[in-house]
């Protein structure tokens, strides 16, 4: 079984649209991130939340919007797509007390 | 704030020869150190974490980093480098509270020749 998984693992659009990427874990943890890959592959990270609370928004345009309808489950929603947000998003899941991740193997977004 | 400084965005060896990739940190309380290993159209993989125990840390694939307060250092090193180990290496630094995130260095492209 797969311990984080995220879909679409691919995803191509048009400038304007809308999109969403989804992220599962069956790790049991409490807390899920965001992270965004840029193509010179720095990793910044975007949300997290715990136990379905927003506890980290970093300085995200609000066109990104995340939900983490339960601990589990954290999905990230994507309005009015721009160029810009070409990247790789990751999901990630931390385990309590070594603050180790556990990641996804990343959903690639292309806006043309 | 914390942060991770990683030297040299590219290093190169040869087969066999050792393996040094650098990780200097900024941390205002004792940091959780890491390194994650990603291989082409790839998630991270965690390869080694020090978490205040012994500084001596050993990993996955033969790799070991040692974490030097006085430094502030964590190099990644192997003794013999083999052409599977290719791939881009992120030294990360968080610190066990809530609320917290991993906040990971440039990171570092290891190409192998034979």
């Known amino acids: 079984d797969t311990a984080v998984s995220q879909t679409p693992k691919y995803l191509v659009t048009q400038m304007g649209n809308d999109k969403s990427i989804k992220c599962e874990q069956n790790?049991?943890?409490?807390?899920m991130y965001w992270y965004k890959q840029d193509s010179k592959k720095f990793l910044k990270i975007m949300f997290s939340?715990?136990?379905?609370?927003?506890?980290i928004n970093e300085t995200v345009p609000n066109r990104f919007s995340p939900k983490s309808p339960d601990k589990a489950h954290l999905n990230l929603h994507i309005n009015s797509l721009e160029l810009g947000d070409s990247a790789v998003y990751f999901c990630?899941?931390?385990?309590?007390?070594?603050?180790?991740?556990?990641f996804g193997e990343g959903s690639r977004l292309t806006v043309l | 704030a914390q942060s991770v400084t990683q030297l040299g965005s590219h290093v190169s060896v040869s087969e066999g020869a050792l393996v040094l990739l650098r990780c200097n940190y900024s941390?205002?309380?004792?940091?959780?150190l890491f390194w994650y290993v990603q291989y082409p159209n790839q998630g991270l993989q965690l390869l080694l974490k020090?978490?205040?125990?012994?500084?001596l840390v050993k990993g996955i694939n033969g790799f070991e980093a040692e974490f030097k307060k006085s430094e502030t250092s964590f190099h990644l090193t192997k003794p013999s480098a083999h052409m599977s180990d290719a791939a881009e290496y992120f030294c990360?630094?968080?610190?066990?509270?809530?609320?917290?995130?991993?906040?990971f260095g440039k990171g570092t492209t290891l190409s192998v020749s034979s």
């Open positions: 990630a899941s931390r385990r309590e007390g070594t603050g180790e991740l556990f």
């Open positions: 790790l049991g943890h409490d807390t």
């Open positions: 939340y715990n136990n379905k609370e927003l506890i």
């Open positions: 941390s205002s309380v004792p940091p959780y």
């Open positions: 020090y978490t205040s125990a012994a500084t």
């Open positions: 990360a630094v968080s610190y066990n509270q809530a609320g917290t995130a991993l906040i």
